[in-house]
């Protein structure tokens, strides 16, 4: 199966995900916009374009592939389940490590942001788990990366807010 890489998938995935970011940054600053990083939110964005755009609508249609939505519980919380743990501390931790990249922040990288995605992704379990299920199981998969997107970018307000409270 080739891999699907659709300039569509490509706009959006580049604005919502720098949007999220940025605003948690205004969030973390109390909406100081003079604070704003253009490198981050660039970086953000060619990430979210390029490395998000591509991992995640190849992954949604690797679990409609692999667990067919038959309209049963049992395959309803397993694409679900598939869906969060892709979404895993090692996502989050990278998602935060490029944060800490793009914002020059390099005395911040160390294994404890390993520790901030792991508690970060152990509180969000039952929102993670009911948004997957949500997106996995009621979204076309034509609109699917565009639903997880968004979901991904107030999940990126909550992974940079996550590293001011863990």
Do not use: C
């Amino acid at each position: 199966m080739a891999f699907e890489y659709k300039r569509s998938n490509i706009i959006k995935g580049g604005l919502i995900y720098s949007a999220g970011d940025t605003i948690a940054v205004l969030i973390t600053n109390g909406l100081d916009f003079s604070d704003l990083n253009w490198i981050r939110i660039v970086g953000i964005m060619l990430i979210g374009a390029t490395i998000y755009t591509l991992e995640i609508p190849n992954y949604f249609r690797w679990i409609d592939r692999k667990v067919p939505s038959t309209g049963t519980g049992k395959n309803a919380f397993i694409r679900a389940s598939m869906a969060m743990l892709f979404f895993n501390p090692i996502w989050i931790a990278r998602h935060i490590l490029f944060i800490q990249l793009l914002s020059g922040n390099y005395e911040n990288i160390s294994w404890g942001i390993m520790m901030t995605a792991l508690i970060s992704f152990a509180i969000n379990i039952p929102i993670s788990l009911l948004a997957n299920y949500l997106i996995q199981n009621k979204v076309s998969l034509k609109h699917r990366f565009l639903a997880s997107a968004i979901f991904s970018g107030l999940m990126a307000i909550y992974y940079s807010l996550s590293e001011t409270w863990f």
